[in-house]
């Protein structure tokens, strides 16, 4: 099954695997009875053919990919630098069995604080700016992917560490070709929990300072009563997130075929 | 034997890191070290927190969001324990909705704010909308997956002993199905609380997520940190008191605390 371009089969593969489209009635008779439905001019319940208009118009006006664009950017920027730092101290964590209990309780309420806290420090501290956004992102996305790749690191099959010390690996190597290969899948599954919660704080950060991004623009168009701007924007952010999160399932499935996960029972 | 034992579970460095980590802050901000104008000693933060205790802010902030959490949690349990029943036992009912549910589920919650702001103003009724709809969906899902993953064999059991309907779902598949939805239950009052503080901050000028936007504009951070810090404690008592509930109500669940 090994075809030359495995992304494409991972695609079919992740298309196969969709719930059957008989499911998408509820939502298509919903929006067809808003539609029928709501004929005048309502100020709250535009039909849907309006929310296109809405988007068109943020569109012509030049404000609507910018600030998709941002968002992305911040989005992908935040997730990475998460996806770096998480890892690298999750690693040193989880490999430091003794520094993983002394930095215990301090790493767990730090995680405890809801990301939403976050944003009012940062504006405080680093004032309305790019760089403010991102640093929240960062904060927020990072716990997941930190705390799971220590405890993964902490529990790789010591048969591979033995493995490791018979090869005389360097410290540099043996973090390579052993730990970090073990630890992926528990990477992939804190980007997993990061990703909405990533999501969730960039929009937050938008609404709240009018930083340029779709939170803004949809924060914007709310105080101008521009309703079915709102609803357009709202219907963007949900293909937003459907991409993001699809997108990430098919890298997932890709890393995990090249690294497949080992349990712990597994005999080599 | 037993105070020997508490005495060992307590995890001794990572108190003294954590209090290090307390002194060191302090001692930065006092002797200047650091200077940031808007960062205050522990010290500061631990008295701001008794200013609004005094005054009676916090009590009244920490009730309106608590009552928040509550009040959305039920209200997205009850949607979703019985939404999720009724795919779960169907199979019609999931073919036909399926779909729709994962479109809208990697929906951000907060996105649902200027919606709501724009149907009900700043008011509790926004709260909930920004509240409910994020937390339905762990809710849904878990009970979905708990009923469909009810073994065949134990539906055989109901037939086998002549239960009507009503009796199998509520003898057999709700107790089978029960740690899936007491997960999910437990998710969902997480996130209850951060989308209750997001929506007091966007949404609903009241509680603790107002409280930390109000001190952040009136440029106190003492009470700000203080307020930041009330919801992490109130974050970690929930969540502790859900997992001993839990842990009351099923024994089962105790070999489950790895979640699904």
Known sequence: MRSARPWLHYVRLGVAALPSARGLLPLVVLLGAWQLLQTGRSAYFPPPSDWWNGLMLLSKSGRLYPALLATTITLLLGLALAVAIGTAAGLFIGVFPRFRRAAGPLLEFLRAVPPPAIVPVAILFMGYDERMKLTVVVLAAIWPILLNTASAAERVHPLLLDVARSFRLSALDRMRLIVLPSVLPAILLGIRVALPVAIVVTLLVEILTSIEGIGALMIGAQRNFQSSQVYGLLVLIGLFGLLVNNVFAVVEAILLRRWPPKTQGENF | ?260
Request: overall charge positive; hydrophobic content about 55%.
């Open chain 2, 1 to 260: 034997m037993a105070k020997g034992r508490l005495i060992a579970r307590i995890n001794w460095p990572g108190t003294a890191v954590l209090v290090f980590v307390a002194l060191a802050w302090e001692a930065i901000v006092r002797s200047g070290l650091l200077d940031y104008e808007y960062l205050p000693a522990p010290s500061a933060i631990a008295r701001g927190w008794g200013e609004l205790a005094r005054e009676g802010l916090l009590a009244s902030d920490i009730a309106h969001t608590l009552s928040a959490v509550a009040i959305g949690w039920t209200a997205a349990m009850v949607l979703g324990v019985s939404l999720g029943f009724l795919l779960g036992l169907s199979a019609t009912a999931r073919r036909y909705s399926l779909a729709s549910i994962e479109i809208l589920r990697p929906m951000p919650g907060v996105a649902f704010a200027p919606v709501a702001l724009l149907l009900f103003g700043f008011s509790l009724k926004t709260e909930m909308v920004v509240t409910i709809l994020p937390v339905l969906w762990p809710v849904l899902v878990n009970t979905m997956g708990g009923v469909t993953s009810v073994h065949q064999r134990l539906h055989d059991v109901g037939r086998t002993f002549r239960l009507s309907r009503r009796d199998t779902i509520l003898r057999i598949v709700l107790p089978a199905a029960m740690p899936p939805i007491v997960a999910g239950a437990r998710i969902g009052l997480g996130l209850a609380l951060v989308l209750a503080v997001i929506a007091e901050m966007v949404g609903n000028p009241a509680g603790l997520g107002y409280g930390i936007v109000r001190e952040q504009q009136a440029l106190r951070p003492d009470l700000m940190f203080a307020y930041i810090v009330t919801v992490g404690l109130i974050g970690i008592a929930l969540n502790a008191g859900m997992l001993a509930l839990a842990e009351a109500l099923l024994p089962s669940f105790r070999q489950l605390r790895g979640e699904p």
